[in-house]
């Protein structure tokens, strides 16, 4: 079984600092791994993913993530956050082949301050 | 591309109504996914169809949940008796039969349901 754990359910940062938000995941298997933002009342939408290629993986909007195997993590960063990134943030990992359903971690809201 | 569409965005009925929320996914995706997203919490996975098949269901999806893909594109979840627990809101996703991005899901808006 697969499962997902995002540390902090709330992160909060000024514009311009450094965003982390952590996700780390347990499996059987090197998973597939994703990272999705949500704003109020819409969609997921995807920010960016991994699937066993490149360990440091470049998104939408700034935001990167980079796959460690040996702490089973998958932290999303952004050098400088802006106003517009406040949303929930969520890791999702899912088996590496073939098609399989999406485990979701909990969620961490993304709070940034003028 | 118009993307996964799902119809209505909000639905408010009264304790013991059925429901019916309708997905349409992207035009070649043949894979369908329903979540259930509860506040606070990331989505749960509900069901699974591959054409119209359904092919994997959640023990979340109780006997009052059921979802059909009659024709392979356009899909249906029906609550039946609802219950105050069952509000939440409900995300579709579809995927396409590509190898490289089989698992890379498409959210729709989601369905937001209260009841009651």
């Known amino acids: 079984a697969q499962s997902v754990t995002q540390l902090g359910s709330h992160v909060s940062v000024s514009e311009g600092a450094l965003v982390l938000l952590r996700c780390n995941y347990s499996?059987?298997?090197?998973?597939?791994l994703f990272w999705y933002v949500q704003y109020p009342n819409q969609g997921l939408q995807l920010l960016l993913k991994?699937?066993?290629?490149?360990?440091l993986v470049k998104g939408i909007n700034g935001f990167e993530a980079e796959f460690k195997k040996s702490e089973t993590s998958f932290h999303l960063t952004k050098p400088s956050a802006h106003m517009s990134d406040a949303a929930e943030y969520f890791c999702?990992?899912?088996?590496?082949?073939?098609?399989?359903?999406?485990?979701f971690g909990k969620g961490t809201m993304l709070l940034v301050s003028p | 591309d118009t993307g996964v569409s799902q119809d209505p965005r909000h639905k408010i009925t009264k304790r013991g109504q059925n429901v019916t929320f309708r997905c349409d996914p992207i035009?070649?995706?043949?894979?369908l996914y329903w979540y259930r997203q509860t506040l606070g919490q990331g989505p749960e996975f509900l069901t699974y169809?591959?054409?119209?098949?359904?092919?994997?269901k959640s023990r979340l999806l109780s006997d009052r949940f059921s979802a059909e893909r009659p024709k392979g594109s356009f899909s249906t979840l029906e609550i039946q008796r609802t219950e105050q627990g069952d509000s939440a809101m409900y995300l579709c996703?579809?995927?396409?039969?590509?190898?490289?991005?089989?698992?890379?899901?498409?959210f729709g808006p989601g369905t937001r349901l209260t009841v009651l």
């Open positions: 169809f591959q054409n119209e098949a359904q092919l994997e």
């Open positions: 991994y699937t066993s290629a490149a360990t």
């Open positions: 996703a579809s995927s396409s039969p590509g190898t490289l991005w089989a698992n890379e899901q498409f």
């Open positions: 999702a990992v899912t088996p590496p082949r073939g098609y399989s359903t999406l485990t």
């Open positions: 035009s070649e995706h043949n894979r």
């Open positions: 499996s059987s298997v090197p998973p597939y």
